[in-house]
């Protein structure tokens, strides 16, 4: 059966303006080269036409207007195999950058049409609070998951009052929960296990991220072995617990990720991990909000279905 059907998923608080104006672009665009395309907000409808559509061998695509974020709800809410792309609209747009996705929608429209080529890549599966979610990106554990709850929960409370324009973030809206979180996070210790042989158990960790993609903040080489289809994930983890450590690892990371040679740091692959604390640390998944540790990872192969350019 001809692929001709598109799915455009749009997300109403992705990025840091509306995307409406984008994604109906989009849609106008490709009915234009021949398409039949549905606009939807719900991702419950979105779900079950997408896979009805994969199932019967007729969707060429599942765009999501969004984020990174935004691709990781439609990959965890859609069955493996189906094709999702996007037109990026969120704030850092990690996988977006990664990928090489036009941000126009004329340049989408057309790769989507003529110009995409479909590639399988591997995904991270946490598990936490009798939970599974699939992540694409990254997990971090500590400070910037901490800056990342207090951005998302000022920017929930302005859409529930009714602002949908203070629901849209960009890298100024983390300027007020970074002082904040400057001001109360305390830096309280992880330990890490990493699971599959040989078994290895790393304390005292005051910073944790587990990588899938070599992207993370405004393009920072954390994990600059990090590949997305090589089945394994990448950590880095961090020992020293104040600000003044933090700022020493972002700038040996931007300069020929230097960090790594540290004697505080930890960098190295693994297919599994587990993190646990004995006090309250925050976690984020793709740059959302994901609760509390503890928290289980692990690699699984081959889950991510991209529609990127040739």
Request: charged content about 20%; some cysteine; proline content about 6%.
């Amino acid at each position: 059966m001809p692929q001709t059907h598109v799915i455009v998923s749009l997300n109403p608080k992705a990025g840091r303006q509306s995307p409406k104006i984008r994604a109906d672009e989009l849609c106008n665009l490709l009915q234009q080269k021949g398409l039949t395309t549905e606009l939807l907000t719900n991702l419950d409808e979105v779900a079950e036409k997408a896979n009805a559509l994969h199932d019967a061998g007729s969707l060429r695509a599942l765009v999501g207007v969004g984020g990174d974020g935004t691709a990781a709800t439609l990959v965890n809410k859609t069955k493996p195999g189906t094709p999702v792309t996007l037109l990026p609209s969120g704030t850092a747009n990690l996988l977006a950058k990664h990928y090489r996705l036009p941000f126009k929608p004329a340049k989408l429209a057309e790769m989507i049409a003529n110009g995409g080529t479909v590639r399988t890549f591997d995904a991270g599966l946490a598990r936490f609070d009798n939970t599974e979610r699939l992540f694409l990106v990254m997990v971090s554990c500590g400070f910037d998951a901490h800056v990342v709850n207090g951005v998302h929960s000022r920017r929930e409370e302005r859409y529930q009052q009714g602002h949908a324009k203070g629901a849209h973030i960009s890298y100024l809206s983390y300027t007020k929960p970074i002082f904040a979180s400057l001001a109360k996070y305390k830096f309280p210790k992880m330990t890490v296990e990493c699971l599959d042989e040989p078994a290895l158990t790393i304390p005292d960790c005051r910073w944790a991220f587990i990588f899938n993609v070599n992207r993370y903040g405004w393009g920072l080489p954390l994990a600059p072995f990090a590949k997305e289809n090589d089945g394994m994930l990448d950590h880095v983890l961090f020992r020293g617990g104040t600000v003044f450590h933090g700022l020493l690892y972002t700038a040996l990371a931007q300069c020929f990720s230097l960090h790594r040679y540290l004697q505080t740091a930890n960098l190295g692959q693994r297919m599994r991990y587990r993190i646990t604390s004995e006090s309250s640390i925050p976690f984020q998944l793709d740059g959302d909000p994901g609760g509390e540790l503890p928290l289980e990872i692990e690699i699984v192969p081959n889950r991510f279905t991209f529609l990127v350019p040739r």
